[in-house]
């Protein structure tokens, strides 16, 4: 934990990041543990900023999202972490929470991940707890999942673990930002993408209530995970891009096949995988590998080198509204200036 000193105020911000293999379903709610581990990368340049203040006088919590007061959904999740940092703390009061991303929320691509992982580091701090970042990382995974793993930079990997108390499942560094320079993310992001009916984490139990493919994607999970991190340390996209796909394509069948199912593409998402396979194919080698989340946006991972030749690929595709160019970048860290 980078140094701040304890007391009733903290901010601590944090990404967002990618997962190249995904979390999509807990063995159990309570705790958040995931069936199997997953690796993302942590991404640079956005962050949200959040600062927490535990003040005896406040009847209840409050949350102000991008200088807005929130209520409704985000407030309630907001609320439902604090009781639980209350209650590791010993803290009786309520808090105030200030945040703000640097990138804009509407966009679909603020994953609740960056959110949480901002809110356990100042939350935790602001009510006395000095955490380790693994503590942290346990403490963010009860927020949201993927939330463990925006508490280190670079290239991250939740390990699902095997207690069924859950300390063994956190998150560790697998490689620093800058380990593989060349390797971007280039987000398309989709004009009209429709925003989540239903929350994630609901979203996900219902695939594996009802998913019949549900079982097979779980068995070639531990393999993947070994064969990912191994083309990360060796700097291969050769090797990474197909893994990133063939995971990416499981993940849409899974979801397409829950009951009811989740669709979260547009014909422009579908479209940009299908420009992606067809220049993989005209180039007889995968130059870029696509994956998506829980949304519309597609992410396109690529040596910066390829970037003109993809940027040709999807001249033809309708319907980008924009690209953001990222790289992996650094984790989380406690800073001075809170948000007002
Ligand atoms: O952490 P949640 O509840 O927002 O769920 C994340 C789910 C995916 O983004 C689809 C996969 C992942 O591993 O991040």
Partial sequence: MAGAATGAVATYEAAPNIALIK?????????????????????????????????????????????????????????????????????????????????????????????????AGAAALAAGLELSDTELSRLARLGSGSACRSIFGGFVEWRAGRRPDGRDCYARPLFPPQHWPELIDLVAVVANAPTKAVRSSVAMQGSVRSSPAYADWQSVHPGRVTAVRRAIRARDPERLFPLLMEECDDFRRVCESTVPPLDYLTDTSRAILSAVRALNSERGRPVVGYTHDAGAHVHLFLEERELPALRRS?????????????RPGPGGRYVR????
């Fill in 314 to 326: 999807l001249r033809a595709v309708p319907g980008i509204a924009r690209f953001w160019k990222l």
């Fill in 337 to 340: 200036s809170p948000v007002r």
């Fill in 23 to 119: 979390y999509w379903g807990v063995r159990d709610e309570a705790l958040g543990l995931p069936y199997n581990s997953s690796i993302a990368v942590t991404l640079g340049g956005m962050r949200t900023r959040t600062t927490v203040r535990f003040d005896p006088a406040l009847p209840n919590d409050r949350l102000k999202l991008n200088g807005r007061w929130a209520v409704g959904g985000p407030l309630d999740s907001a609320r439902g972490f604090l009781a639980r940092v209350r209650e590791m703390a010993g803290e009786r009061a309520f808090a105030e929470v200030r945040s703000e991303n640097n990138f804009p929320t509407a966009s679909g691509l603020a994953s609740s991940a960056s959110g949480f992982a901002a809110l």
